[in-house]
């Protein structure tokens, strides 16, 4: 089944403790995209890849990481993780920057951080 | 950047139609105008996309105005498990980062 995967579904860790939230897709997209959803300010775009190893900054990329040494995996890293960090998470990827195509999203990571 | 603006929430009694409104008045040319839907606990979902004529799929039809400033996305039969925000997002092919969503409008079925 075409899927993005994230992993994992609910997190609560504290500040400062380092994190790491996986993504997965099996449809062989170029574009990879991660998005923090507040209460009231929808979806905000953190980091976004068109490609393996390119990666560029989203609307909110401060505290963030991420890497992309291969097409299916694009982890979202907090070295630092802050209350503020609180949020839920998705993933989502599409075949290219375009357009034309649609996105597919994961299912979401609640983070909670005390 | 392109933004959109959707009423914050809409209801429909179940087994009417809907129609969602969206406006986008600094649309420009390359601009796709995308709708998805956000089920309760669920990521968002693709519904539809169109760039200047009318689209149908077996979910919805998108119907884009004439100036492209508008388009309305169109349940032709509201079910309880439409009941979602649905949020209108443009998508530039010349940038990466212009796929913001805003607050969209959260739908309510009555039955």
């Known amino acids: 089944e075409a899927q993005v995967t994230q992993n994992p579904r609910y997190l609560i860790t504290v500040t400062g403790k380092k994190l790491t939230v996986t993504c997965s897709q099996n449809m062989n997209h170029e574009y990879m995209s991660w998005y923090r959803q507040d209460p009231g300010l929808g979806l905000r775009q953190i980091y976004y890849s068109m490609n393996v190893e390119v990666t560029d900054k989203g609307d909110v990329p401060e505290g963030y990481k991420v890497s992309r040494k291969e097409k299916r995996n694009f982890p979202l890293i907090l070295e630092s993780p802050s209350p503020n960090q609180t949020s839920l998470y998705f993933c989502?990827?599409?075949?290219?920057?375009?357009?034309?195509?649609?996105?597919?999203f994961g299912s979401g990571t609640q983070l909670s951080v005390l | 950047d392109a933004k959109t603006t959707q009423p914050n929430s809409m209801e429909s009694n179940e087994e009417e139609p809907v129609h969602l409104p969206c406006n986008h008045s600094?649309?420009?040319?390359?601009?796709?105008i995308h709708w998805y839907r956000q089920l309760p606990s669920q990521g968002p979902e693709y519904v539809i996309h169109?760039?200047?004529s009318n689209v149908n799929n077996r979910m919805a039809s998108l119907a884009i105005a004439e100036d492209r400033k508008s388009s309305t996305l169109i349940l032709h039969r509201a079910t309880l498990r439409d009941a979602a925000v649905y949020y209108c997002?443009?998508?530039?092919?010349?940038?990466?980062?212009?796929?913001?969503f805003g607050g969209g409008t959260r739908l309510m079925v009555k039955p």
């Open positions: 600094t649309i420009s040319g390359t601009d796709y």
């Open positions: 989502a990827s599409s075949p290219w920057l375009a357009g034309y195509e649609k996105l597919f």
């Open positions: 169109g760039l200047t």
């Open positions: 997002i443009l998508w530039n092919n010349n940038a990466g980062n212009m796929l913001t």
